[in-house]
T-cell receptor, first 115, second 115 residues
Framework: SQQGEEDPQALSIQEGENATMNCSYK?????LQWYRQNSGRGLVHLIL?????REKHSGRLRVTLDTSKKSSSLLITASRAADTASYFC???????????????FGQGTILTVHP | DGGITQSPKYLFRKEGQNVTLSCEQN?????MYWYRQDPGQGLRLIYY???????QKGDIAEGYSVSREKKESFPLTVTSAQKNPTAFYLC??????????????FGDGTRLSIL
């Protein structure tokens, strides 16, 4: 079963607006990662937030993590047409467990930014 | 430039045929991974390898085989036992254990179809 589940499944906005995507997960984690995938391409790592961090920024990206609610959000501010892509959250297995070193990906959010 | 190279970009398989997808990395990463992605879906782990000459089954290993004879290379064979091989296959690598849970770097994928 998928560890992370993104919401919404699809998001359509105008250029300049902010885009917010959410991710929920089931078990405790050491960190949570966000990836981007352009159509027909591989995934690109965007940002990693550790379990002891609540918020992290990278350029126009802002990621929050709420371990009590087992959820994370990715905010893209002042979106551009070039931000059109699928966005995935991923959670790693814990050390000592059978899933250690593996990432489990959610289903993704398809973001479309209209010029 | 360091990165991951997957080849071919497109591959067609005939009934009863085995096909091999290539994945090469020059990032000096210990860990390598193979994922399958179906349309509109997230990634599912097929096989992974944390070190040369060792690999483990992922969540959907049936009908697939791998080898890890060199650090740089992790080829995936889709055997005739895989009855529904049509998908987008992604290879990834990461620093691996003992620094597990590190971001993964992806190739640009191989799209496999049945003739």
């Amino acid at each position: 079963s998928q560890q992370g589940e993104e919401d919404p499944q699809a998001l359509s906005i105008q250029e300049g607006e902010n885009a917010t995507m959410n991710c929920s997960y089931k078990t405790s984690i050491n960190n949570l990662q966000w990836y981007r995938q352009n159509s027909g391409r591989g995934l690109v790592h965007l940002i990693l937030i550790r379990s002891n961090e609540r918020e992290k920024h990278s350029g126009r990206l802002r990621v929050t993590l709420d371990t009590s609610k087992k959820s994370s959000s990715l905010l893209i501010t002042a979106s551009r047409a070039a931000d059109t892509a699928s966005y995935f959250c991923a959670t790693p297995g814990r050390a000592g467990g059978t899933s250690y070193g593996k990432l489990t990906f959610g289903q993704g959010t398809i973001l479309t930014v209209h010029p | 430039d360091g990165g991951i190279t997957q080849s071919p970009k497109y591959l067609f398989r005939k009934e009863g045929q085995n096909v091999t997808l290539s994945c090469e990395q020059n990032l000096n990463h210990d860990a390598m991974y193979w994922y399958r992605q179906d349309p509109g879906q997230g990634l599912r782990l097929i096989y992974y390898s944390q070190i040369v000459n060792d690999f483990q089954k992922g969540d959907i290993a049936e009908g697939y085989s791998v080898s890890r004879e060199k650090k740089e290379s992790f080829p995936l064979t889709v055997t005739s036992a895989q009855k529904n091989p049509t998908a987008f296959y992604l290879c990834a690598s990461s620093i691996g254990q003992p620094r597990g849970n590190q971001p993964q770097h992806f190739g640009d994928g191989t799209r496999l179809s049945i003739l």
